[in-house]
Nanobody, 116 residues
Framework: VQLVESGGGLVQPGGSLRLSCAAS????????MKWYRQAPGKTREWVAT????????VYADPMKGRFTISRDKAKDTVYLQMNSLKPGDRAVYCC??????????WGQGAKVTVSS
């Protein structure tokens, strides 16, 4: 079982990045997908959720209107499009797959730095 993030990097304030999370080893379509982030010296923060049944998306308030979570079932990949990035968005972003109360998997994280 693997979740592998990619797409992190350095971007200027106001810029955009798209993170990808490629899944393997489990039935991707059966899992709710989430993104979290953890900034240096801070606790982990939930970013967004995408349900597997009806494709509903939910976002943390600071991300509304700027971030978009989506999935490509054919590629077993979930994305996080991040626009209008701010220095406060600097963090390690991790994808999370969850099914019920028993099954969950985490990626290793992708580092995002927002700086001029």
């Amino acid at each position: 079982v693997q979740l592998v993030e990619s797409g992190g990097g350095l971007v200027q304030p106001g810029g955009s990045l798209r993170l990808s999370c490629a899944a393997s080893g489990f039935t991707f379509s059966s899992y709710v997908m989430k993104w979290y982030r953890q900034a240096p010296g801070k606790t982990r923060e939930w970013v967004a959720t995408l349900t597997n049944t009806d494709g509903r998306t939910v976002y943390a308030d600071p991300m509304k209107g700027r971030f978009t979570i989506s999935r490509d079932k054919a590629k077993d990949t979930v994305y996080l499009q991040m626009n209008s990035l701010k220095p406060g968005d600097r963090a390690v972003y991790c994808c999370h797959a969850v099914r019920g109360c028993r099954y969950e998997y985490w990626g290793q994280g992708a580092k995002v730095t927002v700086s001029s």
